[in-house]
T-cell receptor, first 115, second 111 residues
């Protein structure tokens, strides 16, 4: 089955702790994205990557970090600098970026809660 | 950035067509209209997209007005499983493919 997987489904963070959310895709897509969704709100872009070993900040990158060492993987680390990390985190991928005809496909999401 | 305006909520009877409107009066000539939906606590699901012609796929139809300032997503025979929040999004060209999600329309399909 082709698709995007995110793990874990639920994640708990203690104060001052860094946590890493996993995102893997086997669609052979070049571009990958991380979004954050707060209750009752739309999605906001955290980081995106157009190609391996390259990524750019989105609208709300502060307190987050990413890496793109492999085409199929784009992990997101929520650092202790992110003061309000409780949210639903969504990973997406698309064949390419920079053009108009790019459909993003989303994973099932990870819900992060602060203890 | 082209913004979209959608009604906050709509109801539809099961088996009837659901028509979801979207206004995007500031859309540029090379921007596409995309529709996604999100069932509670799941990732958004792609439905359909278009530039200026009407489009149809196995899930829905997309009707775009001639001036491209508005569009309508049509679910021809709504089922209870179509209950979700539907997002109309204008894709910004050459900016990392960022999707700007607004509040969307909460569609409730009722028996």
């Amino acid at each position: 089955d082709g698709g995007i997987t995110q793990s874990p489904k639920y994640l708990f963070r203690k104060e001052g702790q860094n946590v890493t959310l996993s995102c893997e895709q086997n669609l052979n897509h070049d571009a990958m994205y991380w979004y954050r969704q707060d209750p009752g709100q739309g999605l906001r872009l955290i980081y995106y990557s157009q190609i391996v070993n390259d990524f750019q900040k989105g609208d709300i990158a502060e307190g987050y970090s990413v890496s793109r060492e492999k085409k199929e993987s784009f992990p997101l680390t929520v650092t202790s600098a992110q003061k309000n990390p409780t949210a639903f985190y969504l990973c997406a991928s698309s064949i390419r970026t920079g053009g108009v005809k790019e459909t993003q496909y989303f994973g099932p999401g990870t819900r992060l809660l602060v203890l | 950035d082209a913004k979209t305006t959608q009604p906050t909520s709509m109801d539809c009877a099961e088996g009837r067509a659901a028509n979801l409107p979207c206004n995007h009066s500031t859309i540029s000539g090379n921007e596409y209209v995309y529709w996604y939906r999100q069932i509670h606590s799941q990732g958004p699901q792609y439905i359909i997209h278009g530039l200026k012609n009407n489009e149809t796929n196995e899930m829905a139809s997309l009707i775009i007005t001639e001036d491209r300032k508005s569009s309508t997503l049509i679910l021809p025979h709504a089922t209870l499983r179509d209950t979700a929040v539907y997002y109309c999004i204008v894709v910004i060209y050459n900016q990392g493919g960022k999707l700007i999600f607004g509040q969307g329309t909460e569609l409730s399909v009722k028996p």
